[in-house]
């Protein structure tokens, strides 16, 4: 299985699909179509087959698929059959939201250590955990077995928790600070920006308010 | 240019085209290749080409895109040429730590009232902006303008403050409480899930993992 080459824009879709199923199994929904699917997940019923085809997984003409095996299919694609140590370094506002996110340990992410390097904030706790000085970082991450680090520093700190992350042998990065990072190419870094739906937001926003405009104007004209 | 049908796909990518690009200009890059901006922002450059012509964008061949003019459209198209005022409700650690995100603002975002239900958080100034009774909303967003609200409270309130934004008048919600919103259809919803880019870094985590282990067993095997 590790050996199939999954498109990396199939990867990014499959947590948006996970997210679709999880609420409808919520809600009772025992199989789904590509089309409703589609549209929960805001792509094209085409691509969602083409998709969950990666996964082994083609429905059933008529029925659709099935919800609860196709929950079992993607989180096991994704890896979230297990539970991933994860470590948050940068405990202010961003750090102390992140850590007591219900949204990830339910995906079986398990904030397992927090860092900091500011001595007001060394030692409390935060989430159940204790805030550690950044300097445990490499024994935590061996003794914890931390495989993915989330920076969540301000932007001027990034590059540098990045790298000491990596020092310490965490392979993979979540970079939430507004900053862009360098690292080894077997290092696989994401940055996540806040600000993306809000751009889509505005795009729509935008069109109304100039098709509003334009019925305004028309109307001025008596048209 | 309100009634040019751009598909949501491409709209849901031009922010990606539009951080990509900002580096570039950062970097001091004049022009750049379709190739070039396809990497940059994960997806393949007949994609990139494809989507910038619905901008009426289509490079020059042999030299590219110029960045300067591209971030210009891009930025047209997403309605950032103007300032949105932008509300959050929630003033906990998420709210917090949005209300001083550096990352709204510069994509022209502005953040211009806060608002919370709690007595001891009521009056208390954060990022330079005193947090208002959820009361007061109506008024606010009348007077001020706002166009967008952020959800950041616990999940078990989303509903009711998204509704209470409506009923203020604000038509765009961002949603980052982990929890499912329904409004009027008329009303532009986006959930932000925090733990997608957790689950893509965990996808290939999961992949080089079970290529170690399986390197590992042929070395056992002697192989």
Not at 51 to 63: E, H, I, K, Q
């Amino acid at each position: 299985m590790p050996n199939r080459a999954i498109p990396d824009a199939t990867v990014a879709r499959l947590p948006v699909y996970l997210r679709a199923l999880l609420e409808l199994a919520e809600g009772g929904e025992m199989t789904v179509s590509s089309e409703d699917l589609a549209n929960l997940a805001g792509v094209n019923a085409a691509k969602v087959r083409k998709d969950l085809s990666y996964l082994g997984s083609y429905g059933t003409r008529g029925v659709g698929y099935d919800v609860e095996y196709l929950l079992y299919q993607i989180t096991r694609e994704l890896g979230l059959t297990q539970d991933w140590h994860t470590a948050i370094v940068g405990i202010g506002n961003l750090g102390r939201a992140l850590a007591s996110y219900k949204g990830f340990s339910e995906r079986g992410f398990r904030i397992a250590a927090l860092f900091d390097v500011d001595e007001k904030v060394i030692g409390e706790e935060v989430g159940g955990l204790i805030v550690r000085h950044l300097d445990e970082l490499k024994d935590i991450v061996t003794d914890d077995r931390i495989a993915i680090g989330i920076v969540a520093t301000p932007p001027q700190n990034a590059q540098e928790v990045a790298e000491r992350l990596v020092d310490a042998g965490v392979k993979s990065i979540l970079n939430f600070a507004p900053a862009v990072v360098n690292v080894a190419p077997d290092v696989n870094v994401r940055k996540v920006d806040l600000s993306i739906e809000l751009q889509i937001l505005s795009f729509h926003l935008q069109r109304t308010q100039a098709i509003a405009s334009a019925r305004e104007a028309n109307r001025q004209l008596g048209g």
